[in-house]
């Protein structure tokens, strides 16, 4: 047994290693060297915690959560077209900014920003999780069940093409993994309370040294609601940091139905959130892309390279490595959800534009005035409108 490759394959450090075996660090550098021998008695244990077989209540899905992409390019119209497969004509334009981009499209809940001037900034591509399962919709039944690794592929050979010389023309600057541990009524699932009380106590380790934890309630006129406990490991202002909260107490309020249906509905427990952002991000989806990687075991191994948790004791938690320890206990999936195409009208349905319309003609007629016609015949149309009419010609008429 090649434990040195167990070990980098698992990325996993060698004083995790150590402890896994209940050893010193510096006897089991001797066995990754061969001064020492690997016994039979270790042996097992590293059998046990690396290779144990899949059991359901270890059940993890992963799915891909939010991706940024930023292509310097003012070619908005053949990044929608050849990279997200979409048409333009498709997309909604806005009439709002964000990111300091002068333009900004939406298909449902994906987002294009871009410039019609500044190549640099270019086109920025933004998708929550609910846009990347707007897009699995896409791939799975009009591009010919496309892949997350299909798109990446393309996107890496995209800029290559485009621009050789320029390792910048296209960055993913953000790729979030969420990792959804499955409910469990009858064997159960993990507490998140128990590494509450493992980083309280400083029972933890690894590479990230700070963390936040929050846990909020409110009080209704039903009692005391539990919004359930998020942890975050590292600092948001870093390029990986970590979150890990009650799933199904954050999906209990979205839905307005209690935790009980939520994980009846969804099976949702526990979510571990990977943040990736900028050089982490992008090149983690190079390696995705040059080693076929498998995202639900990469966002395991990410996790237990960068975080350790122990018992009171003072060995590993065995709780938390039975869910997070084991090679063969989660698989990476796609959740295909058809995208909201009609959302763009409902602001102007609820409150928006049409019906403030319709109150100032109703309140002329109430008063005998003719004021919004007035306005009306007399406004003029702003130089930021003129650009969003050129823009609208151009995603209108396929220049």
Request: proline share 2%; hydrophobic share 35%; aromatic share 14%.
């Amino acid at each position: 047994m090649d434990v040195k490759a167990i070990r980098q394959g698992s990325h996993v450090t060698q004083q995790f290693m150590a402890d896994v075996l209940g050893i010193s660090i510096s006897y089991y550098r001797k066995i990754e060297k061969g001064d020492k021998p690997l016994t039979s008695e270790l042996k097992a244990k590293i059998e046990q915690s690396f290779f144990k077989k899949f059991d359901n209540y270890h059940k993890i899905i992963a799915t891909i959560d939010y991706v940024n992409i930023r292509i310097q390019t003012l070619n908005v119209n053949e990044v929608i077209e050849k990279i997200l497969g979409l048409k333009i004509e498709n997309f909604h334009l806005n009439d709002v900014t964000r990111y300091k981009y002068p333009f900004f499209l939406n298909y449902g809940h994906i987002n294009v920003y871009y410039h019609d001037k500044d190549e640099k900034a270019g086109v920025l591509i933004e998708m929550s999780g609910r846009a990347c399962r707007e897009l699995e919709y896409e791939f799975e039944y009009h591009q010919n069940k496309k892949t997350w690794l299909d798109f990446f592929s393309y996107l890496i050979d995209y800029g290559k093409n485009k621009s050789p010389e320029n390792d910048n023309f296209v960055k993913v600057t953000r790729f979030d993994l969420a990792l959804d541990e499955q409910y469990n009524e009858k064997e159960g699932n993990f507490d998140l309370f128990r590494l509450l009380s493992a980083v309280r106590e400083g029972r933890w380790n690894g590479r990230k040294k700070s963390y936040a934890a929050i846990l909020g309630g409110r009080k209704t006129s039903q009692g005391l609601i539990n919004d359930g406990l998020s942890l975050y490991f590292g600092s948001k202002r870093t390029h990986l940091y970590f979150r890990f909260y009650e799933k199904d107490y954050e999906r209990a309020e979205q839905e307005k139905i209690s935790v009980e249906a939520v994980r009846e509905l969804y099976g949702l427990r526990n979510r571990y959130e990977i943040v990736m952002r900028k050089n982490v991000s992008n090149s983690f989806i190079h390696d995705f892309v040059d080693n076929l990687l498998d995202l639900a075991e990469e966002g395991v191994k990410i996790i237990n390279d960068n975080l350790i948790f122990y018992d009171e004791e003072g060995d590993l938690d065995m709780a938390w490595y039975g869910l997070m320890g084991t090679l063969q206990a989660y698989h990476f999936t796609i959740q295909p959800e058809a995208p909201d195409v009609n959302s763009m009208f409902h602001w102007f349905e609820n409150g928006g534009p049409a019906s403030t319309y319709l109150l100032l003609r109703k309140y002329d007629e109430m008063i005998g005035d003719n004021r919004l016609q007035e306005i009306l015949e007399s406004a003029e149309i702003t130089e930021r409108n003129e650009r969003i009419l050129e823009q609208l010609e151009v995603i209108k008429g396929g220049k």
